[in-house]
């Protein structure tokens, strides 16, 4: 097996790669100084040590290997979707709609099938989700749209 097809080197040069995406995006903004830091120096510490971070589990992988990289492509494509329904169904129905229906897609990502556990979930974090949004924080957020 190669060195370079283990988990913990592709997983580090993954985790280098957003550090880098991260540094880059935060360039934009003024750096400031130590004394009056301006908005870019949060991104440039976090995107360097994500970058180091990054580098020492990819350099582990080279060293040590690991395990073969094998994706597991039901959890993947459900959380995918998952997100892809909460953002269609919060347009189209609100709060309560598109986090049932997150919970339920994300929840085929592994067997067997809960529907109990799907209700109490989705239930606990609809509430949770609207006192913290909506109540607390003061969002206009619809618990329920009506098309």
Known sequence: MSRLANNNTIGGLAILAFGVAYLITGSAYPLGTLRSMGAGY???????LTILTGAIIACRGLFRGGDHMQIAWRPT?????????FGIFMALLGLAAAVFAAVTV???AERPFAPLRVVALSTTLIAMAYIIFVVVLGMPIPLVRFP
């Open 106 to 108: 994300s929840t085929t």
């Open 77 to 85: 494509l459900a959380i995918s979707a998952s997100i892809a329904a």
């Open 42 to 48: 949060f991104p440039l510490i976090i995107g360097w």
